[in-house]
């Protein structure tokens, strides 16, 4: 029987910051980092994750998925949904770790890179791609990876069995209708705050030249500035293409709803992260003075907790969850199944290290054996750093391929880990 | 002037789960630990400060905060108001270190950890008692403390001036009447789950003897258990004395309802942490079905943005604050100017390591200079671990003294810093 033998982890940096590429009103200078974790096994594939960050602090959260080193070495490989459960049941029972969380921030990180590099273990193992994995699984294994503490009053095991053995008819040739199709997606590539007017516009039009229907703009760092960038922006391209616009949480809630009014003349598709992620009752504030404008968030969501509570106030009419912000797969599942209950479309968070890679496979499994449907789905695209994973999302006039190599899809290249470590990589120690 | 020269951080760990003391139904065996920093001056005192965990993770919370050093070696020991609010509007600045939150978890409690030590700082070089040294402060140096982001559907600037304003008149006589009269306090001692019948008991008559009016019992384990525990203490306390029941997060809400319900008949007096401290709804859905039984959260309630949804949701009776999960002095005035303002009282968490020395100057600063009142004021009291401080709390009948040495009485004796040093302390080598 093969065994995980060791945790590595290598804190990995893209220095961003220096073309404003994902600068946004929050985060005007972000270096686009991942606290990446290798889980080594004494035969066969080993198992790949990682923790999304924006540079400082990327030890620290690399420092937090090295202290749950104990609970994975020595561990056989996992291979069914059933050590894929204990696993996860096991780490988010640590009552000693808990405390600092709980569920939340740089341990609920940590904690999510490691069950997401357990995932992509298994279905290396296995031979397929995760989406695929997790399709083949049944209602009972799925419901029984769900993690249902202080969901009981939105979502009990019975309902969410229900609602997987509703979809179950038709996984097949959903699964051959992706493979087929692909996946929509939107592209943020055109709505950084850093860039100038002539490079949202360029972009803009290069993206409908593309294939999407859907853009996003980032708002929030000068109303004048926003609303000369969106009504050029729907100038350049068309009525029938759909512009959401992010503020990542730049406002308070009445500031919110004001700055939107003033954007609502181009129609808004959505407006993302209006607030704190934290801040349930202010969503469902902004929700009703903007209809109907759509509020979405998700990205910095901590925990299926937020989320519940999201969904049950009628605060969000997009869920965008993110695949390393939470507790890794096994979180997301209770994500998309409150999400399918609650009737909310779900629109992964993407961009970042590594985060479009994996969240398509999320949203297929949504696609094949959840929601069954696209109806209002989209994943968002970021066209950077894509170059360094073995494994790249690929992006085909405005739709995700489905992936089909083996795994989970977030194995960066050796080449990338040599040149880009921190501090001691050479795109550090010669540029600065 | 003097300058901050070094920030030394170590891992402090005490092994409280060899006595069950601290056990309760989420934490069974809980070795309570400080991340424990030391502002180091060239000249004049040090500052002190720390984060509490329950054991392992104990090193990722140290290494949260010495990756905060940039910030404060090389910085000119703070004195003022201004210098307190610059140094933690710089920290909850960092765009890079709040994506590892934002603002909670192991990044927050790191940043409230090097806050309070400043405060530390600035309090023992002003030669005064950090309660002391807030009392003095005036009303728009307080406001010009505190991050008002998010906070502004519930509490603005203005009217925090107002309210602290409106407490300026009897200030002096009010910090009088502590150093007279002391503040009122709880004790947990007798109620720890790992506790047998015989313990409860003889701890709980101890406590009344020794004047505590409130007690406090860790419930949620088993619910034959409680109500027998319940009942029994109810005996030995009698019909005056207040009993405190707290379930530390174990229950999903309809869990909590029910549970509450056969445990009414001996009146508790408030129920803590019944759920997910990140369930604003599910509290509210508690304190509806349950009232008139209070409902309290807090010790894990991370930041200023959960605790205003609380209160306006009308969720909590009692607020908890913590003086070291937020983000230090400056957060939890936030906190106390909320709480005032929807007319809930504040009843510190404490115990765990240092908690009961820190809260303290809280509580009194509440007091002279927020509330004016103690009404349905309480701080829980836990005897012990006070004798590794070097200014440790002291509660007579039944009442926390009014602290008077200068500072924020975090710093732990060297001798403890030897020995309780983890890995490598003689508690930790000889022992395992």
Same mark, same amino acid.
């Given at each position: 029987?093969a065994?995980?033998?060791d945790?590595? !982890? *290598?804190?990995i940096?893209?220095?961003?910051?220096?073309?404003?590429d994902g600068?946004?009103? &929050?985060n005007?200078?972000?270096?686009y980092?991942a606290?990446?974790? !290798?889980l080594?096994?004494?035969?066969?594939?080993?198992?790949?994750?990682?923790?999304f960050?924006?540079?400082?602090?990327n030890?620290?959260?690399?420092?937090?998925?090295?202290?749950?080193?104990p609970?994975?070495v020595?561990?056989?490989?996992?291979? %069914?949904?059933?050590?894929?459960g204990?696993?996860?049941f096991? *780490?988010v029972?640590?009552?000693?770790?808990?405390?600092?969380?709980?569920?939340k921030g740089?341990?609920? &990180?940590?904690?999510?890179?490691v069950?997401?590099?357990?995932?992509d273990?298994?279905a290396r193992r296995?031979?397929v791609?995760?989406?695929?994995f997790?399709?083949a699984?049944?209602p #009972?294994?799925?419901?029984?990876l769900?993690?249902f503490?202080?969901?009981?009053?939105?979502?009990?095991p019975?309902?969410?069995?229900?609602?997987l053995?509703?979809?179950?008819?038709?996984?097949? #040739?959903?699964?051959?209708?992706?493979?087929? $199709?692909?996946?929509?997606?939107? %592209?943020?590539t055109?709505?950084?705050?850093?860039?100038?007017d002539e490079?949202?516009?360029?972009?803009?039009r290069q993206?409908?030249?593309?294939? +999407?229907? &859907?853009?996003?703009?980032?708002?929030?760092?000068d109303?004048?500035?926003d609303?000369?960038r969106m009504?050029?922006?729907? $100038?350049?391209?068309g009525?029938?293409?759909r512009?959401?616009v992010d503020?990542?949480?730049?406002?308070?809630v009445?500031?919110?709803i004001?700055w939107?009014?003033?954007?609502?003349p +181009?129609?808004?598709?959505?407006?993302?992260?209006?607030t704190?992620?934290d801040?349930?009752?202010?969503?469902?504030a902004i929700?009703t003075?903007?209809d109907?404008i759509?509020v979405?968030?998700?990205?910095?969501?901590?925990?299926?907790?937020?989320?519940k509570?999201l969904?049950k106030?009628?605060?969000?009419d997009v *869920?965008q969850l993110?695949?390393?912000?939470?507790g890794?797969?096994?979180?997301?599942?209770?994500?998309?199944?409150?999400a399918?209950? +609650?009737?909310?479309?779900v629109?992964?968070?993407?961009?970042? !290290?590594?985060?479009? $890679?994996?969240v398509?496979?999320?949203?297929?499994?949504?696609?094949?054996?959840?929601?069954?449907? &696209?109806?209002?789905?989209v994943? #968002?695209?970021?066209?950077?750093l894509? #170059?360094? +994973?073995t494994d790249?999302?690929?992006?085909?006039?405005?739709?995700?391929?489905?992936?089909?190599e083996p795994?989970?899809?977030?194995r960066?290249?050796?080449? %990338?880990?040599?040149?880009?470590r921190?501090?001691?990589g050479?795109?550090? %120690?010669?540029?600065s």
């Amino acid at each position: 029987m093969a065994h995980i033998v060791d945790l590595d !982890v *290598l804190d990995i940096r893209f220095p961003t910051s220096r073309e404003l590429d994902g600068s946004d009103a &929050m985060n005007p200078d972000p270096d686009y980092s991942a606290a990446y974790v !290798v889980l080594r096994t004494d035969d066969g594939p080993d198992g790949y994750g990682l923790a999304f960050t924006i540079g400082r602090g990327n030890d620290v959260q690399a420092a937090a998925i090295r202290s749950l080193a104990p609970h994975v070495v020595g561990r056989p490989v996992p291979e %069914t949904a059933a050590d894929l459960g204990a696993l996860y049941f096991e *780490l988010v029972g640590d009552s000693q770790l808990r405390w600092l969380g709980p569920e939340k921030g740089v341990a609920h &990180m940590a904690l999510g890179a490691v069950v997401n590099a357990a995932w992509d273990l298994a279905a290396r193992r296995a031979g397929v791609p995760l989406w695929r994995f997790l399709s083949a699984l049944t209602p #009972e294994e799925i419901v029984g990876l769900v993690d249902f503490r202080y969901l009981s009053d939105a979502l009990t095991p019975e309902e969410a069995l229900e609602l997987l053995r509703a979809a179950e008819p038709g996984r097949a #040739e959903r699964a051959a209708h992706l493979e087929r $199709e692909g996946y929509p997606a939107y %592209t943020t590539t055109p709505g950084w705050l850093g860039y100038s007017d002539e490079k949202l516009a360029a972009l803009s039009r290069q993206a409908v030249a593309d294939g +999407f229907d &859907m853009i996003k703009l980032k708002v929030g760092g000068d109303l004048d500035d926003d609303v000369r960038r969106m009504k050029l922006a729907r $100038e350049v391209v068309g009525d029938d293409v759909r512009i959401a616009v992010d503020a990542n949480q730049r406002w308070d809630v009445d500031t919110a709803i004001g700055w939107m009014r003033e954007l609502a003349p +181009f129609r808004p598709y959505w407006i993302e992260e209006p607030t704190s992620p934290d801040d349930v009752l202010g969503h469902e504030a902004i929700a009703t003075a903007l209809d109907p404008i759509r509020v979405a968030t998700g990205e910095h969501v901590q925990n299926r907790v937020i989320f519940k509570q999201l969904l049950k106030a009628d605060a969000i009419d997009v *869920l965008q969850l993110d695949a390393c912000r939470v507790g890794g797969v096994n979180e997301n599942l209770a994500i998309l199944l409150l999400a399918h209950k +609650f009737g909310v479309p779900v629109c992964p968070h993407a961009g970042g !290290v590594g985060l479009c $890679e994996l969240v398509r496979h999320l949203s297929l499994f949504d696609y094949v054996a959840v929601s069954g449907s &696209m109806d209002g789905r989209v994943i #968002e695209w970021v066209d950077h750093l894509h #170059e360094h +994973f073995t494994d790249p999302a690929v992006v085909r006039d405005g739709r995700y391929l489905a992936p089909t190599e083996p795994g989970f899809s977030a194995r960066l290249k050796d080449e %990338t880990l040599a040149a880009y470590r921190f501090p001691d990589g050479p795109v550090w %120690t010669e540029a600065s």
